[in-house]
């Protein structure tokens, strides 16, 4: 199959697939005598794998640990779990990061009269 027909059929656009391929996550397909990319199934099934690992929050570096996971059938399941956790731990920080922002922009905002007068401490924190 072309790139537009293995983009659709695993949801990663076409620029994703190139970008993909340019830093290894998946090989170069083969190409036909015309020199287009001819993708097989099991890219399409690499391209699912990578774009639901990017829906999970992993970064290239650890999808492309997950990747080297996934094609030894040797492996150990307590190194996919050590890697989700770590990861489940770093959302973990994010979401807290994200909801101290998110309180005290609220705080500045109810503490902001929002009239036409020109004081405002949410400039005010921006500032200092």
Known sequence: MNIGQAAEASGVSQR????????GLIPAPARRESGYRDYAEADVHR???IANARD???????IGELLSLWSDRGRASADVKALALARAEMLGRKA?????????LIDLAERCRG???PDCPI????EG
Do not use: K, S, V
């Not at 994703?16 to 830093?23: A, D, G, K, N």
């Not at 999970?56 to 650890?62: K, N, T, V």
């Not at 807290?96 to 005290?104: F, G, I, K, S, V």
């Open 56 to 62: 999970l929050g992993f970064p290239i570096g650890e």
């Open 16 to 23: 994703m697939i190139r970008h993909y391929e340019t830093i």
């Open 123 to 126: 400039l005010a924190r921006l």
């Open 115 to 117: 009239d036409a007068r």
């Open 47 to 49: 391209l699912r794998f």
């Open 96 to 104: 807290a990061q994200l909801e101290a922002m998110r309180a005290t």
